[in-house]
């Protein structure tokens, strides 16, 4: 199934990438199998999107939970948390 990637702010500025079409194996069925399966592509990628990082994550621009279950030719996005005021 192939999906389209966002990444936006502090995001796309650690991974040096704004958007991508990516073809994501059959195993892969969530938003989170999605980030998982991402921060295997190297250091950049495994420090940015680790469990650890606080990131909000949005599927076919609609915030999303993990568990979000994910389609061809839908998006994903990655974004840092808001804050101030």
Do not use: N
């Not at 199934?1 to 958007?19: C, P, T």
């Amino acid at each position: 199934m192939k999906i389209q990637l966002r990444f936006f702010a502090s995001v796309r500025e650690k991974l040096g990438v704004s958007e991508q079409t990516v073809e994501v194996p059959e195993e892969i069925k969530t938003v989170g199998d999605v980030r998982a399966w991402l921060a295997l592509r190297g250091t950049d990628w495994a420090e940015t999107l680790s469990d650890e990082q606080p990131l909000r994550t949005a599927y076919d621009h609609v915030m999303c939970e993990a568990d979000t279950l994910i389609e061809d030719g839908k998006e994903v996005a990655f974004f840092p948390p808001v804050t101030g005021g």
